[in-house]
């Protein structure tokens, strides 16, 4: 159980255009999801934290307007990555808390890695 | 906010070592920390969390300790081996959101 699947685990883009990442708790309800991005041979960096059928809370420093993140159910968020640019490129992992469990933990997805060209 | 800061960020050990990593925080309202596994390319996987009311933890070849009092945690490893190999993170966690804060990560190698 606990299982949370990203879609696509791959992407390639054109600089300027937008990408939508999708991020799925597939045998549990996620109250919450975490949006973190992790450039090559760094640490896993919080974006964003979303909570289903609110606004997004976005950690200093990120472009909330660039970082479009939407919570529709309790099972699938969403992250736009919008006007990209090669800088944009790294590897976007979501994570899922489950509610109702007295547990802590999160519960990571495979990753999406962009690349923007 | 919470600062986490991890140590060393490189470690080399031979088979059948032990293996420690050190975490220290920031924020002394953190009360979960957990430890994750990731290798190349792929998701972390959590391999040990300890909560802020417990001063040890021990799962088969793994421990984590916990002084709250000095704001560090570690990561204990015994008995290596080379599917130990990976980078390994420290993570903080305060507030209803359980948001995570990061170390910078650990690179184990075991040699075989």
């Known amino acids: 159980g606990a299982v949370v699947s990203q879609h696509p685990s791959w992407v390639i883009c054109k600089s300027g255009t937008s990408v939508k990442i999708e991020c799925r708790s597939l045998d549990f309800q996620a109250t919450t999801m975490f949006w973190y991005r992790q450039f090559p041979k760094q640490s896993l960096m919080l974006m964003a934290t979303s909570n289903e059928g609110s606004k997004a809370t976005y950690e200093q420093g990120v472009e909330k307007d660039k970082f479009l993140i939407n919570h529709a159910s309790l099972t699938l968020s969403t992250l736009t990555v919008t006007s990209a640019h090669p800088e944009d490129s790294s590897f976007y992992i979501c994570s899922a808390v489950a509610g109702g469990r007295s547990t802590r933990e999160q519960y990571f997805g495979p990753g999406t890695r962009l690349t923007v060209t | 906010g919470e600062n986490v800061e991890q140590h060393p960020s490189t470690l080399s050990v031979q088979e059948g070592d032990s293996a420690v990593i050190k975490c220290t925080y920031s924020d002394s309202a953190s009360n979960y920390f957990p430890w994750y596994k990731q290798e190349l390319g792929k998701r972390p996987q959590l391999i040990i969390d300890i909560r802020s009311n417990v001063g040890e933890k021990k799962d088969q070849r793994i421990a984590v300790t916990l002084n709250k009092t000095a704001k560090h945690f570690s990561l204990h490893i015994t008995e290596t081996q080379p599917e130990d190999s990976a980078v390994y993170f420290c993570?903080?966690?305060?507030?209803?959101?359980?948001?995570?804060?990061f170390g910078a990560g650990t690179r184990l190698a075991v040699h075989p």
């Open positions: 993570a903080g966690s305060t507030g209803g959101y359980n948001k995570l804060i």
